[in-house]
């Protein structure tokens, strides 16, 4: 009995969200997943990055990061806020300029072309500007 409900756990671990040509490269998606507004994004290397779809300078409920710009400093990318002229690093959810500040992230896996998200990962230990 065991090995059944760890595998169904297992497979509710990771939900299909979309197939990797529906991503267009350097562009965020919003996805419902797992119950969380995620933001998606594929950069220019096919790597599919996953985090909490929340700008953490807003201060409202709403404003989200999937809209935001793709870029990389180096070998690091990131989607950064025009508006805030801040950029978080796409793998670990840190601001790249205060590291104080960071959104929380999901393991994504990309399986015969199908885009899993995973459950989130602990929450980030930075905290929100402002707050």
């Known amino acids: 009995m065991a090995g059944r409900g760890a595998g169904r756990r297992s497979v509710e671990e990771w939900q299909p969200v979309c197939r990797m040509v529906e991503l267009e490269v350097d562009r965020g998606v919003t996805a419902l997943v797992h119950g969380q507004a995620v933001a998606l994004f594929r950069t220019a290397d096919d790597e599919v990055y996953a985090l909490v779809n929340h700008d953490p300078w807003a201060r409202h409920a709403g404003s989200g990061i999937a809209r935001w710009i793709v870029g990389h400093r180096g070998d690091v990318w990131f989607v950064g806020s025009p508006a805030h002229r801040h950029a978080l690093d796409l793998r670990t ?10 959104v929380t992230t999901y393991p994504v896996r990309v399986i015969e072309g199908v885009v899993l998200v995973g459950r989130r990962s602990d929450a980030p230990a930075g905290r929100a500007p402002g707050r």
């Open 93 to 102: 959810g840190r601001c790249l300029d205060d590291r104080h500040v960071a």
